[in-house]
């Protein structure tokens, strides 16, 4: 199979961000509807994330037939015709139709919608758009991150104690007790911590520098797939638990002097008998989401 060109990938990743991000918003100001639960009580769905993502799939669908995508709301397909035999591609596209999806109903101007594209497994493009703003991060492999043409460098802070990090919480209660341990044990340590409500877009801050690092437990790929790239691609390392890819277990975005430090931090605070959080893509097969 011939090699993806990456240019066509970003180039369909920012309309199809772009004409997403806009159904949403449209959706927003016509009032929330259908706000419905997943995994808990706390984990929301609404009309509009369904209907982005069969946008977002009727779009691939037209711009590239036969290549996979993962996205929150539907689970994996392709993203062919529904008749089409699904096609062994080297492209899987990975999607939130809406990042931020409490905000979003509670109308809190700060969601988002993710594009990536992974080639051979590897995550090779991302597109994040701010619904709102319309702001937009894209990245490359290899070839840097940008807000709307700006060239992403992300934070040269050094030292812990000066480092104003973001982190998030999962819907699952237990998962969230043991968050709150942990973020009781950074607190203390660090600057200050924020919670916004999209992780794409926290990965995305990461990338300006308008925090200094993000970690977060319990995400799924369509959480972090584009912005992971986007920060990483604006020079922060980013990763997961001991050594491994960024995943369930943590996804670490952080200045290459500070990772090290902040990992470490957290694997001490995680508690010993502590699970892995839930992988959230194993209960798509129920069309449960997370
Ligand atoms: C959530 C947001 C939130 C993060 C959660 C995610 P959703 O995604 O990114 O910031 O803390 O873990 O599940 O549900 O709004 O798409
Ligand atoms: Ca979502």
């Known amino acids: 199979m011939p090699e993806p060109h990456?240019?066509?990938?970003?180039?369909?990743?920012?309309?199809?961000?772009?004409?997403?991000?806009?159904?949403?918003?449209?959706h927003r100001l016509l009032g929330v509807a259908d706000v419905g639960t997943k995994s808990t009580d706390t984990d929301l769905v609404t009309a509009a994330d369904r209907a982005v993502e069969q946008l977002i799939r009727g779009l691939l669908?037209?711009?590239?037939?036969?290549?996979?995508?993962?996205?929150?709301?539907?689970?994996?397909?392709?993203?062919?015709d529904e008749?089409?035999?699904?096609?062994?591609?080297r492209v899987r596209w990975v999607v939130?139709?809406?990042?931020?999806?409490?905000?979003?109903?509670?109308?809190?101007?700060?969601?988002?919608v993710s594009v990536a594209a992974e080639v051979d497994g590897v995550s090779s493009v991302g597109v994040v758009r701010h619904a709102v703003t319309g702001q937009t991060?894209?990245?490359?492999?290899?070839?840097?991150?940008?807000?709307?043409?700006v060239r992403?460098?992300?934070?040269?802070?050094t030292d812990l104690s000066r480092a104003l990090v973001a982190t998030g919480f999962a819907y699952h209660t237990a998962g969230r007790a043991r968050q709150a341990r942990v973020v009781a044990g950074v607190l203390p340590l660090v600057r200050d911590i924020r919670r916004f409500g999209a992780a794409s877009l926290d990965l995305c801050a990461a990338a300006e520098g308008r925090v200094d690092a993000y970690f977060e437990t319990g995400l799924s790929a369509w959480d972090h797939a584009a912005g992971g790239l986007v920060a990483a691609e604006a020079g922060l390392r980013v990763g997961g638990l001991r050594g491994a890819?960024?995943?369930?277990?943590?996804?670490?975005?952080?200045?290459?002097?500070?990772?090290?430090?902040l990992h470490d931090l957290l694997d001490d605070l995680r508690p010993p008998s502590d699970p892995a959080m839930p992988d959230p893509a194993a209960t798509l097969a129920g069309d449960s989401g997370h």
């Open 6 to 26: 990456l240019s066509e990938l970003l180039e369909v990743a920012v309309v199809v961000a772009r004409q997403a991000a806009d159904l949403a918003l449209a």
């Open 61 to 80: 669908g037209t711009y590239r037939p036969g290549e996979t995508i993962l996205g929150e709301e539907l689970g994996t397909g392709t993203v062919a």
């Open 83 to 89: 008749a089409g035999p699904a096609a062994v591609g």
């Open 96 to 112: 939130d139709p809406i990042d931020g999806t409490v905000n979003y109903v509670y109308g809190i101007p700060h969601y988002a």
């Open 137 to 149: 991060w894209s990245a490359v492999r290899g070839q840097g991150a940008w807000r709307d043409g």
């Open 152 to 157: 992403l460098r992300g934070s040269s802070c």
């Open 245 to 261: 890819p960024a995943g369930p277990d943590l996804v670490l975005a952080a200045p290459h002097p500070l990772y090290d430090q």
